[in-house]
Structure formats: structure tokens, C-alpha cells
């Protein structure tokens, strides 16, 4: 019997008792027989994604859950997100995070330009490279690359004092930004050549007609989390297995692809909450299947928390549930291969804040052929909590879900 491998992960599920859901979390006001029966019939835990001193990131805790310390690792979202649209990783050159933004009276209003479509970015995507970054800049040469929807790539291949000018500063990332000042933020920087880009791109987006009677306008590119190409140690290198990540996130998709995971194609993955959960569902159970491994993360709930509405948080996990880890488990169960599933939010979002915290996350996994009896009644932060004493998620992998088969 061969044994496979699917990790969930709902990103910035988890969360704090909110008021308006009776002092409930959303998970705990969510209706989740899928994540219940995970539960009940495996071991829940409680886990520390992001450690001390680390940003609390999708890229961090993502990469924690796949098996690798962040603290040991430390990498930019600019460098993991290139090699998510496949751009090689070269030492010349620098890969920022490049997103559309909506600027209003000088104030960051919108990190996503109203989570504008890929084919409409793509456009003015062209319209910067053509008119911001062409020619050279002190023998540097600067170039966007699509994305996903707002999020995008600038690769910067230049001379190393310039690289060195452009890795002095990282800015902070828009969604942690909405409500601030733009010149306030930027005039510390205004010399640094990146920032003069940013600048120029507000006045070529501003004037173009796509932009006119848009409500949130795509009227400025930000550019932040710039990095190095990196290479890290592969799921094969270190377990022998190999496998498929599902995301419609560039980011993870990065990650993924650097860990050595395929990068599976959909067509109807937004990262929001629009996004086709029947396309995920299908997909990742065609791959794992034909695989040994599937890593299907799911942005929705994550969108939720930072736009503070705990309502559509709750109905996201619900969604998830039922499209999901309930028609997944109905299905692998009846596999003749053994399927182990690790099922974990990458960090909290919580609603009350609208950013990550660093807060351990429950997690629990459950395996096909050895469904216990005496789980918990629900997959919940305060069940998990109580129970546990937090463990580093990077550790999971290794200790509990792919060499272990003991662990239940
Ligand atoms: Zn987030």
C-alpha cells in the first residue's frame, strides 16, 4: 500500500473571539463537518509557524509548514514570487514584489487597485515597461514581469554597488500600509532609485484612460520585499517524496516550485474569494493520485481578516469546508492507498486587527486507514490551545506526518 500526502492549508485562518459572532472565532461559528471529522478522527495539535524574530509572513509560516525553519531560511517574497512565474534565479539581479495600489488625496487607500483582473494588469504592466524602465538606469536594466492579478515581479539585474543601494531599504508591504501618507513614507527614500520608479509610475498610471471612472483606480506601482535568487533543499532531498502545489498565490506557488513541488495551472484561481473551490478540489485530488504529495493552500480567509469582515471569514471557512476537506476525505477515503492529511492554517489574520500575528495556530492530522476514536469534538484555536503545548511547525513534517507512521 502506498502512502500519500496532502497538506491544506486555508491561509490566516485562524483568529481571535470576535464580538459580533457571540465571541466566537470564525472557525468556531463556521459550520465544518469536514474539518470536525479531521478532528475527531486524528491529532490535534498547536503550532508555532513564524519564530521570534521573524516577520509574521505567508512566506515564513508557509515554509515553516513545509519543513524548513525560517530563522535558517530566511527569504523575500520578491525572490520566492520569481520563481513562481519561472524566472531563473540569477545573482545579478534583484526580484521585487512589484503590486498595484490605489492611491487617493496621497493616501494609500487600496493595496490590491481593487484586486484588478491579470489581463487588465498585464496592460498596464506594458505601459510601465515601456514608459518608466526603458533604457538603463547607471548600467542597470529593470523589468516587470506578470503576476496574478495586483501582484506582479520587477526583476533588476544590476552592477553590485547599485544592488546594494536598492537592498539598503524594504519598504513596508502595502496591505500593512492602507491609510498612510504616500510622500510621508517615501520621502526618507526619495534618492533610492526604486523609489524614484514608484514615484514615476504614479504619474504615467494616474494619466492613462484605463484608470478613468475606476472607482479604485490602479494609479501607482509598489514595489517592496526585494531579494536574491535562492535555491533551498527539496522535499525529495530530504523525505524522497515528490508532488503538486495547488495555489492561485504566487507566493506559495514560488515556495512550492523551490522545494522542488510542481506548479499545478488553474484556470480559475484568483487567490480571492471569487476563486473556483471545485478547480482546487478536482485538482488536487487528480494530483495526488498520480502523486505522492499535494500542498493545496486556499488565500480566501486570509483576504477576510485583512478586510475586518469576520462574516464573510466565516462563510469562506464554511465554503472551504464544504467544497473542499469534506469531499476530499469522503473521496481519499475510499482510496486503497493510505492518505495522510496535515490540515493548518499558515498564521492567524485576525478580523479585529486586519493583519498576521504570530500567534501559534492549531493543526491536525489525520490519516485514512487509521481514523482514531477519540479525537476532539471540533478543529478549533481554543480546543487545539487547550490541549497542547505549541511546537515549531517546521518540525511537523519530519516528527509527525512524513516519517511518522506512528504519530496517530
Ligand atoms: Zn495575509
Known sequence: MKTKYLI?????????????LGNKTPLEAARTPGF???AREGAVGLARTVPKGVTPGSDAANLSILGLDPARYPLQRGSIEAA???????????????NFITVKNGLIVDHCA???????AQKLLAVVNREVLNGSLEGSQARLYTGVSYRHTLAWRAPAPFRARLLSVHLDGPHDLVGSDVQQHLKPYASLPHVEIMMKTQKVLEAHP?????????NMMWLWAQGEGKRLPTLRERFGVSGAVVSGVDLVRGLGKLVGLTVVNLKRATGYYDTDFDEKRTAAL??????????LHIEAPDEAGHDRNAAMKKKMIEVIDHKIVAPILAEVSRWPDRVRVLAMPDHP?????????????????????????RGMPRFT?????????????????REKFIHSREAL
Open 8 to 20: 491544506i492549508v486555508p491561509d490566516g485562518m485562524a483568529d481571535r473571539p470576535v464580538p459580533s
Open 36 to 38: 470536525d471529522r479531521l
Open 84 to 98: 513562481s512565474i519561472g524566472l531563473p534565479a540569477r545573482p545579478d539581479t534583484l526580484y521585487f514584489r512589484a
Open 114 to 120: 481593487g484586486h484588478i483582473g491579470t489581463r487588465e
Open 210 to 218: 484605463f484608470n478613468r471612472g475606476r472607482k479604485r483606480p490602479a
Open 286 to 295: 487528480r494530483e495526488l493520485k498520480q502523486k505522492e504529495m499535494v500542498y
Open 349 to 373: 489574520t485576525p478580523c479585529s486587527i486586519g493583519t498576521h500575528t504570530s500567534d501559534p495556530v492549531p493543526y491536525v492530522i489525520w490519516d485514512s486507514k487509521h481514523p482514531l476514536t
Open 381 to 397: 484555536e481554543r480546543l487545539a490551545a487547550r490541549s497542547a503545548r505549541p511546537i515549531m511547525a517546521h518540525t511537523i513534517l
